[in-house]
């Protein structure tokens, strides 16, 4: 069946560093893949997504590439701040918006230290 | 648009007794999710409406688990008797229009069962 996995947090950052979340899927198909966040007490929200290879989702600095060779979906982002402290999901869709739920992978505690 | 509503958004209740969780998907969405999270599993999918259709309850983890939904903007997630180990944050989610694989969650239900 489909899987994701993660890289195991927490991850701890200092301020205005490159962060990098690792993300690999075992999927069927091609399916759509998305980054979720979760801060604390909250749900869980649409960071950004790819629906196609070699498509690129962004959003708030972040990025991720839809890479097929490697089945790969790596978060990223170029300095990172206090405020980005929170739980990141990766997680993949069946593809063209099947009614399936999404399988997520156990999500990495982003720490980012002052 | 007010997003995904759940009710309540904390309960503790006793080991027995029955627990209703509420949500209201987001007006014209037509699929709606209900996941489970916890620190040992994770997030996991319990079941899944299509159009107000129960599509996929392989999730749910036993038979004192039920969900019901029935009209586009309300669903519940019934618990009859309750055990200490239903502990967890339930979430609701609500997804649009074929096509559109990413999913909107509420903020989430945190359960405890003492």
């Known amino acids: 069946g489909d899987s994701v996995t993660q890289m195991e947090g927490p991850v701890t950052l200092s301020e205005e560093a490159f962060l990098t979340i690792n993300c690999t899927y075992t999927?069927?198909?091609?399916?759509?893949l998305f980054w979720y966040v979760q801060y604390p007490g909250e749900g869980l929200q649409l960071l950004l997504k790819a629906t196609k290879a070699d498509d690129k989702g962004s959003n708030k600095g972040f990025e991720a590439t839809y890479r097929k060779e490697t089945t790969s979906f790596h978060l990223e982002k170029g300095s990172v701040q206090v405020s980005d402290s929170a739980v990141y999901f990766c997680?993949?869709?069946?593809?063209?918006?099947?009614?399936?739920?999404?399988?997520f992978g156990k999500g990495t505690h982003l720490i980012i230290q002052p | 648009d007010a997003g995904v509503i759940q009710s309540p958004r904390h309960e503790v209740t006793e080991m027995g007794q029955e627990v209703t969780l509420r949500c209201k998907p987001i007006s014209g969405h037509n699929s709606l999710f209900w996941y489970r999270q916890t620190m040992m599993r994770g997030l996991e999918l319990l079941i899944y409406f299509n159009n107000n259709v129960p599509i996929d309850d392989s999730g749910m983890p036993e038979d004192r688990f039920s969900a019901k939904m029935p009209n586009a903007s309300f669903s519940t997630l019934k618990i009859q008797p309750s055990e200490p180990r239903d502990s967890a944050v339930y979430f609701c989610?609500?997804?649009?229009?074929?096509?559109?694989?990413?999913?909107?969650f509420g903020p989430g239900t945190r359960l405890t069962v003492t």
């Open positions: 997680a993949l869709g069946a593809k063209g918006g099947g009614a399936d739920g999404l399988t």
């Open positions: 989610a609500s997804r649009g229009l074929a096509g559109a694989s990413e999913q909107y």
């Open positions: 999927a069927t198909g091609y399916p759509s």
